[in-house]
């Protein structure tokens, strides 16, 4: 079985609600569009209890969920747009 990944916006994964996201990947080659690879949020308050219920119910689809975050002693971190690249604060979720 393979998964797919979420339209941008609100979803749910798995009966699993997700707040506003979107689909990225790494830069196209030769000005192509970026082939999406994730799908990404920023922080939300069940962050924990979302991964642990989607790491249970994804198993075979192909589709891994990943909670990521700052190292220790670093500065809060802006919102990542999922290519290592940072957006400012106001940002966040827009698309």
Known sequence: MSGSLPADGETSVAGVRLPAGK???PDGESG???QPTLWVTGEFG???GAWLALRER???TGLVPLLL?????ERKAQA??????Q???GA???N
Do not use: N
Request: charged share 30%.
């Open 32 to 34: 192509r569009p970026p």
């Open 58 to 60: 994804l198993g075979g």
């Open 23 to 25: 689909r990225t990947g």
């Open 87 to 89: 957006q400012p604060r």
């Open 69 to 73: 975050s700052g190292l220790r002693g």
């Open 92 to 94: 966040r979720g827009a």
């Open 46 to 48: 069940d962050a924990a």
């Open 80 to 85: 990542c747009d999922g290519r290592g690249k």
